[in-house]
């Protein structure tokens, strides 16, 4: 089985238990960084943006909340169950949000399709990143932002935070009724996650200029954003 095979087949798993296990895995503060993602995504009112790897669409439907009422926001991911839950929560929510099955490194969109596009967590875990980030510059228009946002270990604590997401991420997981082994692969894939570093090199390659990021809450995440140069 592939890497992306897999990713989904976990993804499809754990769905119905990710929020929670998110939530603990960010120490509750996911929210607070996807809504840095979406202010750095820049949006107007009426502007189109994707949100990549978009899982159970909490950050599409942050972005939904700054474009409306007459902008569109799609939300892709390859996990069918993810986008279901996605579904249902835009629905709940009456945002102007639609979801969509897919992959994010070979986008069905035509080049120049939105202003912005974002990913929040889509990185860690994949075969091809730099894919990813190329297929994201390449459906947005020139001068429009591209934003990526990663949990990742924060610099002093490298060992620590692995182990503690290592340790904890299953236990929540298996006591919310899941399989603990499909939870412990997103713990272990933040490790997967390239170095700001070398996400800002993707970026470059990929056609991406006045690339910025920065660590939050000290280094727990990072948010990099940099505008399409076409
Ligand atoms: C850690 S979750 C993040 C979900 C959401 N963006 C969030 O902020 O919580 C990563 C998501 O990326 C999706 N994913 C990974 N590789 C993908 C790919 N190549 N194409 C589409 N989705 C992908 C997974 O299915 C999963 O829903």
């Not at 107007?44 to 902008?71: E, I, K, N």
């Not at 996650?193 to 390659?205: D, N, Q």
């Amino acid at each position: 089985m592939t890497t992306a095979a897999h990713d989904r087949e976990v993804f499809d798993h754990i769905a119905p238990r990710y929020d929670v296990v998110s939530r603990v895995m960010t120490l509750g503060r996911g929210d607070r960084w996807r809504q840095a993602s979406a202010r750095a995504a820049d949006l107007h009112a009426g502007a189109s943006a994707l949100d990549a790897c978009t899982g159970t669409g909490d950050l599409a439907l942050m972005l939904a909340d700054r474009v409306t009422p007459l902008g569109e926001v799609m939300g892709v991911d390859h996990s069918p169950e993810m986008i279901a839950r996605a579904r249902m929560k835009g629905q709940a929510t009456g945002r102007h949000c639609s979801f969509h099955v897919g992959d994010c490194t070979d986008l069905a969109f035509p080049d120049d399709r939105f202003d912005a596009a974002t990913a929040s967590g889509g990185l860690r875990g994949m075969d091809d990143p730099a894919a990813a980030i190329a297929e994201m510059a390449r459906v947005v228009r020139p001068g429009g932002r591209v934003v990526l946002l990663e949990i990742t270990p924060p610099e002093r604590l490298r060992g620590i935070h692995a182990r503690v997401l290592r340790m904890a991420t299953p236990a929540v997981g298996g006591l919310l009724g899941g399989d603990a082994r499909a939870f412990r692969h997103l713990a272990e894939t933040v490790a997967d996650v390239p170095p700001p570093e070398r996400v800002a090199a993707l970026m470059a390659h990929a056609g991406i200029g006045d690339i910025r990021w920065q660590r939050l809450a000290g280094g727990m995440a990072t948010l990099h954003a940099g505008v399409v140069t076409g």
